[in-house]
């Protein structure tokens, strides 16, 4: 059973850093590609970031490029977002996410973001 859980989540002023935690368990995910994703209220699901477990190859959404940086530690099973210069429209649940192609998502719980002006 995988489980993913997230934390780290929190207020902050516009400008500040917040930095997401996601602890993976339940198998191995050296073929998995890790993610975060986020959602406001009555909004679909939107992509934010994603790393390859494998080569640690990166992907970011144009919104947060240059501002979030996503990473990963082998060791300890566990996925990182770090979040700088936010801004108020960063406010949000975040979900860590982990899936192969093909195959289907798994989600953690979500973790509150929200940024004030």
């Known amino acids: 059973q995988v489980q993913l859980v997230e934390s780290g989540g929190g207020l902050v002023q516009a400008g500040g850093s917040l930095r997401l935690s996601c602890a993976a368990s339940?198998?191995?995910?050296?073929?998995?590609?890790m993610g975060w994703f986020r959602q406001i209220p009555g909004k679909a699901r939107e992509f934010v970031a994603t790393?390859?477990?494998?080569?640690?190859?990166?992907l970011y959404a144009d919104s947060v490029k240059g501002r979030f940086t996503i990473s990963m530690d082998n060791a300890k099973d566990t996925v990182f977002l770090q979040m700088d210069s936010l801004k108020p429209e960063d406010t949000a649940v975040y979900f860590c996410?982990?899936?192969?192609?093909?195959?289907?998502?798994?989600w953690g719980q979500g973790t509150q973001v929200t940024v004030s002006s």
């Open positions: 996410n982990a899936h192969r192609p093909g195959a289907p998502h798994y």
């Open positions: 790393i390859h477990w494998d080569d640690g190859n990166t």
């Open positions: 339940g198998r191995a995910f050296s073929t998995y590609i």
